[in-house]
């Protein structure tokens, strides 16, 4: 097959079942519908549902080109010529504390990482809280230790905030919103477009850590095994990802739908083809113990210290050397590449010698992960 | 995973299919998974473009989530809407659609649906809840009515007053005699339902090769369980013999669960006949409460509306279930009916035939075959 992208309408295509798979392609690439009358579950689950509704109820509102990039963070350029990234996220996760890390950390690793990933070197956060009546100041306290801990660690100042506070019975303990602004090194580029057959996706460490640490911690499975969440700052690994490779062209973290909806966004991004080689996944031996257990499927679970990158083939052995230099980098890894064909496709290549798609995730095993 | 590795071995994959390979020869075989869960292994370990083309695989109605028809559902939905009721679900069950949405829909409205993972949770909540009536929407083949009758046992001993069961339980050797009466399906043979045959055992499954002549071997879920299986169906062809094996032994005893099969004939009978989607009324292919825990039967309780509701005229879900049509030959596949909108029952449950080759199997044979025999950095379908 040649680099050459064949697009054959699926009229013209002989084969029924060839036929009706390119139908299929071509409804996937429709703008999503928003069909239902209320809010559900799914529609904060990340996938598809989520996707609908900001389409067709937020960007259709506030509709400008910044905002239309839809990614992690918007990138705003200043009169300077300076360039910032800015991001928020909310935080909901339910409990509030779970091994490896609380409600507090999770709300300044995950902003900060939304930074780094979009090519910034994270600086300033804002913190807003919605608390519920009758919340322990003692417990809120912790919190917030936790929190100035993390931005520590991550090198970030927290420079602004808002308190609410709810009657009782009208939040869950409390909610936490942030924000935060970081700025883009003057040489730095990172672009989608620049991505091409043959380029490496890298994995920064093992997936699925902190969606099964979370589910346990909730009790009502009746599994006790030994796993903590990775809720981590990436930002130190993204630069010394981008050290060591130049050449990188795209980077997420995987959070919300873990692995599988990164890679299909970049698929769909991109308009070319992702394989996963599921042999080289790092995951922990008893994280997919429990998923296998409870028939979930660890690459569509969520992660909080880990981010996907895209970088030129003949850079990837360096660019795994640095993560591996490093904490939180230990378990990074080379876990597949770009190919022109099946264009917008995820393939995963099983250990077992199978090929399967990796599709977006519908409908939410997980909810209020984050 | 050191559980699963040995039935994962790629070197022992390959040598496997090069024996099926042979042993099939030129001849054309049609062997049918009964079971949704071997459905979901042979597209999520690829194994469908693993076999030589003359070997198909067809998909069959052992999927729990896909036989329920919807006016089942819209009775599910009618009892989670009374007031005071905690409607307690699997979590597959929830997202499949009735004539008005689907539990999660109802959920969204304001119903209080509370997915479980074992119905012995629903039992815990009722008794959290005294002032609430808990009501668990029993549904599976064999497999799982042991645990709703453990879950009945519990309730009747605790003495709960606030717990019943919606019984859909149904049993897996009518619909396979349903599906070999059909004349428009020739098959080579069955592989046999794995988990069913831990509670029923393997003689359920003798009138196979007894009245219809078709080889059954029961067969495990891991991927080399299915291609021995189906190493062993060709074996029977070419030795021309015709009868039950026991690939599963490892779980599966002939004799089946004895005390599971006792708990389940003291806590259900059978009904006389039950509606099954795609395959119409089936006789004595479902399961009741038994009349000694009536209290406990939400169909007693509760005078459920009980309509009858036609499938959506789109859907082919029946032909789908019956093993008549591919998942890709309905007309609506992928395009009206997704994953995220699903207008039938196969599309909803990671065991039904539609999600399986729609989440993992939409890959052409030559593309699969080429990105499964690359690795990173040959440039496998470059």
């Given at each position: 097959?040649?680099?050459?992208?064949?697009?054959?309408?699926a009229?013209q295509?002989?084969?029924?079942?060839?036929?009706?798979?390119?139908?299929?392609?071509?409804?996937?690439?429709?703008?999503?519908?928003?069909?239902?009358?209320?809010?559900?579950?799914?529609?904060?689950a990340?996938?598809?549902s989520?996707a609908?509704?900001?389409?067709?109820?937020?960007?259709?509102?506030?509709?400008?080109?910044?905002?239309?990039?839809?990614?992690?963070?918007?990138?705003?350029?200043?009169?300077?010529?300076?360039?910032?990234?800015?991001?928020?996220?909310?935080?909901?996760?339910?409990?509030?504390?779970?091994?490896?890390?609380?409600?507090?950390?999770?709300?300044?690793?995950?902003?900060?990482?939304?930074?780094?990933?979009?090519?910034a070197?994270?600086?300033?956060?804002?913190?807003?809280?919605?608390?519920?009546e009758?919340?322990?100041?003692?417990?809120?306290?912790?919190?917030?230790?936790?929190?100035?801990?993390?931005?520590?660690?991550?090198?970030?100042?927290i420079?602004?905030?808002?308190?609410?506070?709810v009657?009782?019975?009208s939040?869950?303990?409390?909610?936490?919103?942030?924000?935060?602004v970081?700025v883009?090194?003057?040489?730095?580029?990172?672009?989608?477009?620049?991505?091409?057959?043959?380029?490496r996706?890298?994995v920064?460490?093992?997936?699925?850590d902190?969606?099964?640490?979370?589910m346990?911690?909730?009790?009502?499975?009746?599994i006790?095994?030994?796993?903590?969440?990775?809720?981590a700052?990436?930002?130190?690994?993204?630069?010394a990802?981008?050290?060591?490779?130049?050449?990188?062209?795209?980077?997420?973290?995987?959070?919300?739908?873990?692995?599988g909806?990164?890679?299909?966004?970049?698929?769909?991004?991109?308009?070319?083809?992702?394989?996963?080689?599921?042999?080289?996944?790092?995951?922990?031996?008893?994280?997919?113990?429990c998923?296998?257990?409870l028939?979930?499927?660890?690459?569509?679970?969520?992660?909080?210290?880990?981010?996907?990158?895209?970088?030129?083939?003949?850079?990837?052995?360096?660019?795994?050397?640095?993560?591996r230099?490093?904490?939180?980098?230990?378990?990074?890894a080379?876990?597949?590449e770009?190919?022109?064909e099946?264009?917008g496709?995820?393939?995963?290549?099983?250990?077992?010698?199978?090929?399967r798609?990796?599709?977006?995730?519908?409908?939410?095993?997980?909810?209020?992960?984050? | 995973?050191?559980?699963?590795?040995?039935?994962?071995?790629?070197?022992?994959?390959?040598?496997l299919?090069?024996?099926?390979?042979?042993?099939?020869?030129?001849?054309?075989?049609?062997?049918?998974?009964?079971?949704?869960?071997?459905?979901?292994?042979?597209?999520?370990?690829?194994?469908?473009?693993?076999?030589?083309?003359?070997?198909?695989l067809?998909?069959?109605p052992?999927?729990?989530?896909?036989?329920?028809?919807?006016?089942?559902?819209?009775?599910?939905m009618?009892?989670?809407?009374?007031?005071?009721?905690?409607?307690?679900t699997?979590?597959?069950m929830?997202?499949?659609?009735?004539?008005?949405?689907?539990?999660l829909?109802?959920?969204?409205?304001?119903?209080?649906?509370?997915?479980?993972?074992?119905?012995?949770?629903?039992?815990?909540?009722?008794?959290?809840?005294?002032?609430?009536?808990?009501?668990?929407?029993?549904?599976?083949?064999e497999?799982?009515?042991?645990?709703?009758?453990?879950?009945?046992?519990?309730?009747?001993a605790?003495?709960l007053?606030?717990?019943?069961?919606?019984?859909?339980?149904?049993?897996?050797?009518?619909?396979?005699k349903a599906?070999?009466?059909?004349?428009?399906?020739?098959?080579?043979?069955?592989?046999g339902?794995?988990?069913?045959?831990?509670?029923?055992?393997?003689?359920?499954?003798?009138?196979?090769?007894?009245?219809?002549?078709k080889?059954?071997?029961?067969?495990?879920?891991?991927?080399?369980?299915?291609?021995?299986?189906?190493?062993?169906l060709?074996?029977?062809?070419?030795?021309?013999?015709?009868?039950?094996?026991?690939?599963?032994?490892?779980?599966?005893?002939?004799?089946?669960?004895?005390?599971?099969l006792?708990?389940?004939?003291?806590?259900?009978q059978?009904?006389?006949?039950?509606?099954?989607r795609?395959l119409?009324?089936?006789?004595?292919?479902?399961?009741?409460?038994?009349?000694?825990?009536?209290?406990?039967?939400?169909?007693?309780?509760?005078?459920?509306?009980?309509?009858?509701?036609?499938?959506?005229k789109?859907?082919?879900c029946?032909?789908?279930?019956?093993?008549?049509?591919?998942?890709?030959?309905?007309?609506?596949?992928g395009?009206?009916?997704?994953?995220?909108?699903?207008?039938?029952t196969?599309?909803?449950?990671?065991?039904?035939?539609?999600?399986?080759?729609?989440?993992?199997?939409?890959?052409?044979?030559?593309?699969?075959?080429?990105?499964?025999?690359?690795?990173?950095?040959?440039?496998?379908?470059?």
């Open positions: 097959m040649t680099s050459e992208r064949l697009t054959p309408s009229s295509v002989p084969d029924p079942e060839d036929r009706t798979r390119l139908r299929v392609e071509e409804f996937r690439k429709r703008r999503p519908r928003l069909i239902d009358e209320v809010v559900t579950m799914a529609h904060g990340g996938g598809k989520s609908a509704l900001v389409d067709h109820v937020f960007v259709e509102a506030f509709r400008n080109p910044l905002l239309e990039q839809l990614g992690d963070g918007a990138l705003l350029r200043l009169p300077s010529g300076e360039r910032l990234v800015f991001s928020t996220d909310s935080f909901v996760v339910q409990p509030i504390d779970f091994p490896g890390g609380t409600i507090g950390d999770l709300a300044i690793n995950g902003t900060v990482n939304d930074l780094a990933v979009s090519g070197v994270p600086q300033w956060i804002s913190v807003a809280f919605v608390l519920e009758g919340f322990p100041i003692d417990r809120l306290r912790q919190l917030a230790a936790d929190m100035r801990a993390a931005a520590d660690a991550a090198g970030v100042q420079v602004t905030g808002d308190t609410k506070v009657p009782h019975g939040a869950d303990g409390l909610y936490i919103t942030t924000a935060g970081g883009v090194p003057a040489d730095r580029e990172l672009s989608p477009a620049a991505v091409r057959p043959g380029d996706l890298i920064s460490g093992t997936i699925a902190h969606g099964m640490a979370v346990l911690a909730r009790g009502n499975l009746a006790e095994a030994d796993i903590e969440s990775d809720t700052p990436v930002n130190g690994l993204v630069e990802l981008l050290a060591a490779a130049p050449s990188t062209r795209w980077m997420r973290d995987a959070t919300r739908g873990g692995l909806t990164v890679c299909n966004e970049l698929a769909q991004t991109v308009g070319l083809g992702v394989v996963i080689d599921e042999g080289l996944l790092p995951i922990d031996p008893t994280v997919l113990g998923c296998d257990m028939g979930i499927d660890p690459i569509y679970v969520a992660n909080e210290g880990k981010f996907v990158a895209v970088v030129a083939a003949e850079e990837a052995e360096a660019a795994v050397a640095a993560l230099g490093l904490p939180g980098g230990a378990q990074a080379v876990i597949g770009v190919i022109a099946p264009a496709i995820v393939a995963m290549r099983t250990p077992f010698g199978g090929t798609i990796v599709d977006m995730l519908v409908g939410d095993p997980l909810p209020r992960i984050c | 995973m050191k559980f699963v590795d040995e039935f994962r071995d790629p070197a022992a994959a390959r040598a299919v090069k024996s099926i390979t042979e042993l099939a020869g030129d001849d054309e075989f049609k062997f049918m998974e009964v079971c949704g869960g071997h459905t979901h292994t042979i597209y999520r370990h690829g194994i469908e473009h693993l076999l030589p083309a003359n070997i198909e067809v998909h069959g052992g999927c729990p989530v896909c036989v329920i028809p919807m006016g089942r559902i819209d009775d599910a009618w009892l989670a809407e009374q007031p005071d009721v905690i409607f307690t699997f979590g597959d929830m997202r499949v659609p009735g004539s008005r949405g689907s539990l829909d109802a959920k969204a409205r304001g119903a209080d649906v509370r997915f479980v993972y074992s119905p012995l949770d629903s039992v815990k909540i009722a008794i959290d809840n005294p002032d609430q009536h808990v009501v668990f929407f029993a549904v599976g083949f497999t799982t009515v042991p645990s709703t009758a453990v879950t009945l046992m519990r309730a009747k605790l003495g007053t606030n717990f019943s069961v919606f019984s859909n339980h149904v049993t897996i050797v009518p619909p396979m599906i070999l009466e059909s004349p428009d399906l020739r098959l080579s043979g069955f592989l339902p794995g988990h069913v045959s831990t509670v029923v055992g393997t003689h359920p499954y003798r009138f196979v090769p007894e009245v219809y002549g080889p059954v071997v029961v067969a495990g879920f891991e991927p080399l369980d299915i291609l021995q299986s189906v190493y062993m060709l074996e029977q062809h070419r030795d021309g013999r015709c009868e039950v094996e026991n690939q599963y032994a490892r779980v599966v005893r002939p004799e089946g669960n004895v005390a599971a006792k708990l389940m004939g003291q806590t259900f059978l009904r006389p006949h039950f509606e099954w795609g119409g009324f089936i006789s004595q292919s479902a399961l009741r409460v038994h009349d000694d825990f009536a209290d406990f039967d939400a169909e007693v309780r509760f005078s459920m509306p009980g309509v009858r509701v036609a499938d959506p789109a859907c082919q029946g032909e789908v279930l019956k093993g008549a049509i591919k998942p890709w030959e309905c007309k609506v596949f395009t009206a009916c997704t994953p995220e909108t699903p207008i039938g196969c599309m909803v449950s990671p065991e039904g035939a539609c999600a399986a080759y729609y989440n993992f199997g939409r890959l052409h044979r030559e593309t699969a075959q080429m990105v499964g025999q690359g690795a990173v950095g040959q440039g496998a379908g470059v």
